[in-house]
């Protein structure tokens, strides 16, 4: 999710419709030849802190890019093995909008391996959820987009690696799939990052792949339901608050 100059490059779907497979075990995953190295099934009652905080870097809360939310520390609810993400329409920190996001800065970073997600997304113009990886140094680009919805399409997937070129300029690849709408249920999403290219799964089944931009250096992990933007547009009136984004859980491998 590129929170800066974001200006879409759709490349199509890059693989072709397939039947969905069920998501992967953990077992079945370490049987594939995978270590599990984070996770978190959001079985408790609050955040775990030793895992995740609620913001940005340095407990920033809003962001660029056109964007109206303020991340607020009320943004999210763990309960019923969940973390859900609420957006209102809430004045805070000088924007109009409130909603919620997670980001292992700090706790959690890893170079290469499986990154997953099981979650189910908002419908509404102007809602823009992601999870995605940024470098643990801070510095940007790279970037990794394992998924972003838009609310008015909620059944497009968005995948994208972001980078500099050999001359310093900032470049991107982005693709998509068209599949059905993830705001009806529970979907897993994943990449498969490693030294030569990132592969992007939908259920179990590969939708993209890319060699252009990938990093070399350990990244952290974001989940955020974004409100507004250049990319999504503003919401309108037939934007329903408050709209949630719930994640059932997240997990990172690495291979053998």
Not at 83 to 99: D, K, L, Q, V
Not at 130 to 147: G, N, Q, R, V
Not at 163 to 177: I, M, N, V
Not at 178 to 201: L, M
Request: hydrophobic share 35%.
């Amino acid at each position: 999710m590129l929170r800066s100059l974001w200006i879409p490059m759709m490349l199509g779907c890059a693989t072709a419709c397939v039947a969905q497979s069920p998501p992967r075990s953990v077992a079945e995953m370490e049987k594939a030849g995978w270590v599990l190295t984070f996770q978190d099934e959001f079985n408790g009652r609050t955040l775990d802190r030793s895992k995740w905080i609620d913001s940005y870097p340095d407990n920033v809360r809003t962001h660029s890019n056109n964007e109206q939310q303020y991340y607020a520390e009320d943004g999210w609810e763990v309960s019923r093995g969940r973390i859900r993400f609420r957006a209102e329409r809430r004045s805070m920190g000088g924007m109009p909008y409130t909603s919620g996001m997670i980001s292992s800065y700090g706790k959690f970073a890893q170079q290469y391996g499986w990154f997953e997600i099981r979650a189910r997304f908002p419908k509404g113009k102007g809602l823009w959820p992601a999870f995605w990886l940024l470098p643990a140094t801070k510095a940007w680009p790279p970037e990794i987009d394992i998924l972003e919805i838009l609310g008015h399409e909620t059944n497009k997937v968005y995948f994208s690696t972001h980078y500099r070129d050999a001359e310093g300029k900032h470049r991107y690849r982005t693709q998509h799939w068209t599949g059905p709408d993830f705001s009806r249920a529970y979907h897993t999403f994943a990449v498969e990052w490693n030294e030569k290219e990132c592969i992007w799964y939908v259920d179990g089944v590969e939708r993209a792949r890319s060699s252009e931009g990938i990093p070399h250096e350990p990244m952290y992990i974001l989940a955020n339901l974004a409100v507004g933007g250049d990319w999504p547009g503003m919401p309108d009136h037939t934007t329903v608050f408050p709209a949630y984004m719930d994640i059932d859980y997240i997990r990172v491998y690495r291979k053998k």
